[in-house]
């Protein structure tokens, strides 16, 4: 007879699973998943999910403020230093000063955080690729489409509750 622990993972059937659940809540899965699929492909190279987040950013644009990519990345400030400051010490990123304004530090790739972009977009590729399996690309493109104009009419209602005064509330603590 065999362990419990010896035996495979086995998948569940989703769509029975959550066939009565709102497209948030099904969303907010897919994007855990995603988010774990990567980092188990990442984890084989040393960079944490966090770090990834910064690299995507950074390598389509360097010399960006730490601000810039608190905005960019939707993450607190302190959560950005810190994942800077481990990047750093890794020697993928360094912060410089400009002329004219001592306070603020840009963030630039070293070279080794440039090489590791051929390292490591093929992995999120091989990560998209395994989640969407089996999905035509003409349904992959609605997806994508849909998902698009999902995030611009959130953005929106987000624009529109700060224009009348609401506050976004802390979302630690909080389960969705």
Not at 37 to 43: G, H, K, M, Q, T
Not at 133 to 152: K, S, V
Request: include cysteine; charged fraction near 30%.
């Amino acid at each position: 007879m065999k362990d419990q622990r010896d035996t495979e993972p086995t998948a569940v059937d989703h769509a029975a699973r959550y066939s009565d659940e709102r497209v948030a809540h099904v969303v907010r899965l897919c994007a855990r998943g995603f988010n774990r699929s990567l980092s188990r492909r990442l984890a084989e190279h040393g960079i944490p999910f966090g770090q990834w987040v910064f690299l995507r950013i950074l390598w389509k644009q360097e010399g960006l403020t730490q601000k810039d990519l608190s905005e960019q990345a939707s993450l607190t400030e302190p959560t950005v230093h810190s994942a800077l400051t481990r990047l750093e010490k890794a020697d993928i990123v360094e912060r410089r000063t400009e002329a004219g304004n001592r306070r603020k530090q840009h963030v630039y790739l070293t070279q080794k955080g440039r090489d590791l972009r051929a390292v490591l977009e093929p992995l999120a590729v091989d990560a998209n690729e395994t989640a969407l399996r089996g999905i035509p690309a003409e349904d992959r493109e609605r997806l994508h489409q849909n998902l698009l104009a999902i995030l611009e009419n959130l953005s929106r209602d987000e624009a529109e509750a700060a224009e009348a005064g609401v506050k976004l509330p802390p979302t630690r603590g909080f389960a969705v």
